[in-house]
Nanobody, 123 residues
Framework: QVQLVESGGGLVQAGGSLRLSCAASGRTFSSYTMGWFRQAPGKEREFVARISRSGGIKFYADSVKGRFTISRDNAKNTVYLQMNSLKPEDTAVYYC????????????????WGQGTQVTVSS
């Protein structure tokens, strides 16, 4: 079992930056593939980024590639999402996710989800 708590969301102007953090409980954080999803009002939830257990492999949605960076600190049980050059279409609730399966096996189905943090980008 792992519990995930996101923080760092807020209101930012287009072109600005935010860094989301996700703190995980438990002593086996390094065993989990971690990721971020988002859901905008009236839209389906979509994949944003994921990172392997060691942090050496990362994947991004095309919509955020080159603007967002996922990273993790296994000593601090925390995964981050650095978001730069934010656009109004990035407005959404952002969810941290975790799964014990390796990155190559997890797909878009994760066992553990955080409560989400709101990101609003004004134009």
């Amino acid at each position: 079992q792992v519990q995930l708590v996101e923080s760092g969301g807020g209101l930012v102007q287009a072109g600005g930056s935010l860094r989301l953090s996700c703190a995980a409980s438990g002593r086996t954080f390094s065993s989990y593939t971690m990721g971020w999803f988002r859901q905008a009002p009236g839209k389906e939830r979509e994949f944003v980024a994921r990172i392997s257990r060691s942090g050496g492999i990362k994947f991004y949605a095309d919509s955020v590639k080159g603007r967002f960076t996922i990273s993790r600190d296994n000593a601090k049980n925390t995964v981050y999402l650095q978001m730069n050059s934010l656009k109004p279409e990035d407005t959404a609730v952002y969810y941290c996710v975790a799964d014990l399966r390796p990155l190559t096996k997890v797909g878009d189905s994760y066992d553990y989800w955080g409560q989400g943090t709101q990101v609003t980008v004004s134009s």
